[in-house]
């Protein structure tokens, strides 16, 4: 009888969630302090874009701030906050802080607690992006639980990783994650109170919401009012969906790349990639074509070389995709810690077995000041020549904040050449280089949070422009966004302002 209750009780334990991991569990200060000192010596060992946008006093600093903070902090979800504060940091789009796994499908079943809707930044405000009958679509929002929403959106800046101190790259970070951001800075709450505007009134108002479950705010993103503007972000594009051209009139064509991810040199996509374009700048040539919009809105990226022979037939100059590039050991640090399901005890042997180290040796084999660099002989500095049927006219060249890693690169290429006129917003990803390549990642043993980021410092083959800025993203010479009205409509402002401009020449 003793046994069968025993049976019963602890089943009925087994089924109850207090057994899961919540974010918003208890976290021991020294189980921080001790991730946090792992965390700071891997960054330091292994990243090299440590202080690529910050001094070795400003790293000092924020790390000194963490250690203040976690004496403040009594749960994993405050911890992994201060975690991702020091990620945001550093300035780069590649970096990453992710929950353990267990927390995360806690957060899964979370049943209530979620802002419902998403949100949108359109011409300078954050509207409502749902169609519902509580707020209208497109209302601006003011005040969320009576805080400003501007003061929540900066503090939210820290889930999403930037280039420098880009910012635009953080809107469409908070685009998708508005309602699991805000749970992470402000926690859950049954009711928010939505104080708005619209449009058309200017008068304020409120509007008290249910919250909703975590599944549910990802079903009301996935019916988000600008869908049909900006899946394509999100989509899993098939091979013809990935690249187009079209010739819009007599003297101008558009080029519309959403991404770099045709494989390498070796594979078919990319081959019939190379295809393509060396057809499609045929044509251009033929037609006598005079302007060229090349479009690489919401392209975040790909595999070489194809972003560099792209720009081989828009350029007349030889290149390189890098000046300089370098990462900061020879032998991957602190293993134990890396994010891999090869057991501790083996890694070493997995590392040997892969010529991983090896691998980094041969692709930066100089040494200087305690760093590792490349070559001339290395891929990357190969001097690469323009096509001989590149275009030699006026260029367009379309951009917005999820322009990012080889696609950045390539933008900011574009952008160099003297005849491009650059119409958008903002890139996430940096104008003179960036830290991409080669992803590392790193679990912290206590805490289970995972950690990324990407290796290889670079400089890109890229001239110095006075608008241009070290720690930004590539920044348009007309800037401009998506107006509210086009928004409703489901217009694109962006290329219609080009269009526009071309009507002027006329």
């Known amino acids: 009888m003793r046994k069968l209750l025993f049976c019963q009780i602890l089943l009925c334990l087994l089924s109850i969630p207090l057994f899961a991991q919540s974010i918003d569990d208890t976290f021991a200060k020294k189980t921080m302090q001790s991730d946090l000192k792992i965390f700071k010596k891997i960054r330091a060992a292994a990243n090299s874009g440590l202080y690529k946008y910050r001094t070795k006093t400003q790293i000092d600093s924020i790390y000194q701030w963490a250690e203040q903070a976690i004496e403040e902090s009594s749960t994993y979800l405050d911890f992994y906050n201060i975690i991702c504060q020091l990620t945001d940091f550093e300035g780069s789009a590649h970096n990453a802080t992710r929950l353990a796994a267990k927390y995360k499908e806690n957060l899964r079943r979370e049943e209530s607690g979620y802002f419902p809707y998403p949100i949108k930044w359109i011409a300078g405000k954050w509207i409502v992006n749902f169609e519902n009958e509580a707020i209208p679509v497109g209302a601006e929002i003011l005040k969320i639980n009576g805080v400003p929403i501007e003061e929540i959106i900066l503090n939210l800046y820290k889930y999403h990783t930037t280039d420098g101190v880009n910012s635009t790259g953080k809107r469409t970070g908070i685009r998708s994650g508005f309602s699991i951001n805000y749970r992470f800075r402000y926690g859950r709450h049954e009711e928010y109170v939505v104080t708005y505007k619209t449009h058309e009134d200017n008068s304020v108002k409120d509007k008290t919401l249910n919250s909703v479950s975590y599944a549910s705010y990802w079903k009301n993103f996935n019916k988000r009012f600008s869908k049909s503007f900006d899946q394509i972000y999100y989509a899993d594009l098939k091979e013809n969906e990935k690249y187009k051209y079209e010739q819009i009139n007599a003297s101008t064509g558009h080029l519309t790349i959403y991404t770099f991810s045709m494989g390498n040199e070796k594979s078919a996509t990319h081959k019939r990639y190379l295809a393509f374009l060396d057809s499609t700048f045929n044509s251009i040539k033929l037609a006598n074509i005079e302007n060229l919009i090349v479009d690489v809105r919401n392209n975040s990226g790909g595999t070489d070389p194809n972003d560099l022979v792209t720009y081989s037939y828009l350029t007349n100059?030889?290149?390189?995709?890098?000046?300089?590039?370098?990462?900061?050991?020879?032998?991957?640090?602190?293993?134990?810690?890396?994010?891999?399901?090869?057991?501790?005890?083996?890694?070493?042997?997995?590392?040997?077995?892969?010529?991983?180290?090896?691998?980094?040796?041969?692709?930066?084999?100089?040494?200087?000041?305690?760093?590792?660099?490349?070559?001339?002989?290395?891929?990357?500095?190969?001097?690469?020549?323009?096509?001989?049927?590149?275009?030699?006219?006026?260029?367009?060249?379309?951009?917005?904040?999820?322009?990012?890693?080889?696609?950045?690169?390539?933008?900011?290429?574009?952008?160099?050449?003297?005849?491009?006129?650059?119409?958008?917003?903002?890139?996430?990803?940096?104008?003179?280089?960036?830290?991409?390549?080669?992803?590392?990642?790193?679990?912290?043993?206590?805490?289970?949070?995972?950690?990324?980021?990407?290796?290889?410092?670079?400089?890109?083959?890229?001239?110095?422009?006075?608008?241009?800025?070290?720690?930004?993203?590539?920044?348009?010479?007309?800037?401009?966004?998506?107006?509210?009205?086009?928004?409703?409509?489901?217009?694109?402002?962006?290329?219609?302002?080009?269009?526009?401009?071309?009507?002027?020449?006329?």
């Open 317 to 506: 100059r030889t290149f390189q995709e890098n000046t300089q590039a370098w990462i900061s050991f020879n032998k991957i640090p602190y293993l134990k810690y890396a994010y891999t399901k090869i057991p501790r005890f083996l890694r070493p042997i997995g590392v040997v077995f892969t010529g991983y180290n090896r691998n980094f040796r041969k692709q930066f084999p100089v040494e200087k000041d305690g760093n590792y660099f490349q070559d001339e002989t290395s891929d990357d500095r190969q001097i690469r020549k323009p096509r001989d049927n590149a275009f030699t006219g006026n260029i367009y060249l379309l951009i917005n904040p999820e322009v990012a890693s080889a696609a950045s690169l390539f933008a900011a290429m574009v952008a160099g050449i003297e005849n491009t006129t650059v119409i958008g917003e903002e890139t996430v990803g940096g104008y003179f280089g960036h830290n991409g390549h080669t992803p590392l990642g790193y679990i912290l043993p206590e805490s289970k949070i995972e950690t990324f980021f990407s290796v290889v410092n670079l400089e890109q083959d890229v001239p110095r422009k006075s608008n241009q800025k070290y720690n930004r993203g590539i920044i348009p010479d007309y800037k401009v966004s998506q107006s509210h009205k086009d928004y409703l409509q489901h217009e694109d402002t962006q290329l219609e302002f080009v269009l526009e401009k071309l009507k002027e020449k006329l």
